[in-house]
């Protein structure tokens, strides 16, 4: 028997939605938000009946009866860590992602929301998969140098996940038999080890750790960036705008376009030929980091995100990580497919399906 899951995946001004009959696409759109209309909603949440219309308005377009999916899957934002796996949108977790328990305000909010009204509207069950917030750190990750300052995990674990379950089923393998460093190379970078299905360490890619990005600032040095609040007079908020939107190559070359960034250092702006290899240097030390994490047993370097289209840092990680482990690129993401997949497994009972309680995997170490 094969499985009708319908999937949501809420961005800034446009939801992508999927219908998949098992593995197989039967419709999928990006339908489009009118960008001046969202910014009259206080809150994410407050989109959710313009949302729910305009997805409406494109499902009769397209001729797609909702009535025939066995499910709905949404993009879990706003909710506190969990381990990894697939979850029923139960009412402490829509509760959550409805006021954003995690202190994120992001579109993945919505996700859980929409799936839940489609839901109820024709008599099915919610779920997510694999959520933002998944956390599956080993402690010894979690310690930095200051005391009460832990390291939390925001990263692309929808994706990242399904990559490394998708790769070891190609190679015969089974995800927790495997160990993986897993990259989501885009807008945002995330880079993470895996041992034997569990995500056991990565960087917090919302709160500047990791490499630069297009949008995100990445790592950066404390006690310079101390000094330059302290010397421009920058606000906490216009730091933390770095970590998301406002630092990497939008700070150096006003641009988040990473074709345009290589156009550009093609035709000879020495600075944006060295922060495009700054961007490519760091995601291989990042790579590097995680080898050591995993003791040098690396079965592979998994590289999915909109970036890896582009050979030439495809190459540039092989020639500098290759030797860890064979380099296997995914270009583009799978999240469509990742909700889908999660759900199916569940239901065909090759996964127990996870309840959320609404108390963070971790709540510290107790001394």
């Given at each position: 028997?094969?499985?009708?899951?319908?999937?949501?995946?809420?961005?800034?001004?446009?939801?992508?939605?999927?219908?998949?009959?098992?593995?197989?696409?039967?419709?999928?759109?990006?339908?489009?938000?009118?960008?001046?209309?969202?910014?009259?909603?206080?809150?994410?949440?407050?989109?959710?009946?313009?949302r729910e219309e305009t997805i409406m308005n494109e499902l009769a377009k397209a001729g797609i009866d909702l009535s025939e999916a066995d499910a709905f899957c949404g993009r879990g934002g706003g909710l506190l860590a969990v381990e990894g796996g697939?979850?029923?949108?139960?009412?402490?977790?829509?509760?959550?992602?409805?006021?954003?328990?995690?202190?994120?305000?992001?579109?993945?909010?919505?996700?859980?929301?929409?799936?839940?009204?489609?839901?109820?509207?024709?008599?099915?069950?919610?779920?997510?998969?694999?959520?933002?917030?998944?956390?599956?750190?080993?402690?010894?990750?979690?310690?930095?140098?200051?005391?009460?300052?832990?390291?939390?995990?925001?990263?692309?674990?929808?994706?990242?996940?399904?990559?490394?379950?998708?790769?070891?089923?190609?190679?015969?393998?089974?995800?927790?038999?495997?160990?993986?460093?897993?990259?989501?190379?885009?807008?945002?970078?995330?880079?993470?080890?895996?041992?034997?299905?569990?995500?056991?360490?990565?960087?917090?890619?919302?709160?500047?750790?990791?490499?630069?990005?297009?949008?995100?600032?990445?790592?950066?040095?404390?006690?310079?960036?101390?000094?330059?609040?302290?010397?421009?007079?920058?606000?906490?908020?216009?730091?933390?705008?770095?970590?998301?939107?406002?630092?990497?190559?939008?700070?150096?070359?006003?641009?988040?376009?990473?074709?345009?960034?290589?156009?550009?250092?093609?035709?000879?702006?020495?600075?944006?030929?060295?922060?495009?290899?700054?961007?490519?240097?760091?995601?291989?030390?990042?790579?590097?980091?995680?080898?050591?994490?995993?003791?040098?047993?690396?079965?592979?370097?998994?590289?999915?995100?909109?970036?890896?289209?582009?050979?030439?840092?495809?190459?540039?990680?092989?020639?500098?990580?290759?030797?860890?482990?064979?380099?296997?690129?995914?270009?583009?993401?799978?999240?469509?497919?990742?909700?889908?997949?999660?759900?199916i497994r569940v239901l065909e009972g090759k996964e127990a399906l996870k309840e959320y309680t609404g108390i963070p995997r971790w709540r510290g170490f107790g001394f």
């Amino acid at each position: 028997m094969s499985y009708k899951i319908f999937t949501i995946n809420p961005g800034s001004t446009s939801t992508k939605i999927a219908l998949f009959d098992g593995e197989k696409e039967l419709f999928s759109a990006n339908v489009r938000h009118e960008a001046d209309k969202l910014k009259t909603y206080a809150t994410v949440s407050d989109q959710l009946p313009y949302r729910e219309e305009t997805i409406m308005n494109e499902l009769a377009k397209a001729g797609i009866d909702l009535s025939e999916a066995d499910a709905f899957c949404g993009r879990g934002g706003g909710l506190l860590a969990v381990e990894g796996g697939t979850y029923s949108v139960n009412e402490t977790l829509l509760d959550h992602a409805t006021a954003g328990a995690n202190g994120v305000q992001h579109p993945a909010q919505l996700g859980p929301q929409l799936a839940k009204k489609f839901a109820d509207k024709y008599g099915k069950k919610a779920y997510v998969v694999n959520p933002p917030d998944t956390d599956e750190l080993q402690d010894v990750a979690r310690v930095t140098g200051i005391k009460g300052v832990y390291r939390n995990v925001h990263l692309h674990a929808l994706n990242l996940k399904e990559t490394a379950i998708r790769h070891a089923a190609s190679q015969g393998k089974k995800y927790e038999e495997q160990n993986y460093i897993v990259c989501h190379i885009g807008g945002g970078t995330s880079i993470s080890a895996h041992r034997q299905g569990l995500m056991v360490d990565g960087y917090d890619i919302v709160g500047g750790e990791g490499p630069m990005t297009p949008t995100r600032c990445g790592a950066v040095p404390m006690a310079e960036a101390v000094r330059y609040m302290d010397k421009t007079g920058k606000t906490v908020k216009e730091m933390l705008g770095f970590c998301m939107k406002n630092g990497g190559f939008v700070d150096h070359l006003g641009t988040s376009d990473a074709i345009e960034v290589t156009r550009m250092a093609a035709n000879g702006n020495q600075e944006a030929a060295l922060v495009w290899e700054a961007m490519i240097y760091q995601i291989n030390k990042a790579i590097g980091s995680m080898a050591s994490v995993l003791e040098g047993k690396v079965d592979g370097i998994l590289l999915g995100g909109g970036m890896v289209h582009n050979r030439d840092l495809v190459k540039a990680i092989e020639k500098t990580n290759g030797w860890i482990a064979p380099v296997y690129a995914y270009p583009g993401e799978f999240e469509m497919e990742a909700m889908a997949s999660g759900v199916i497994r569940v239901l065909e009972g090759k996964e127990a399906l996870k309840e959320y309680t609404g108390i963070p995997r971790w709540r510290g170490f107790g001394f």
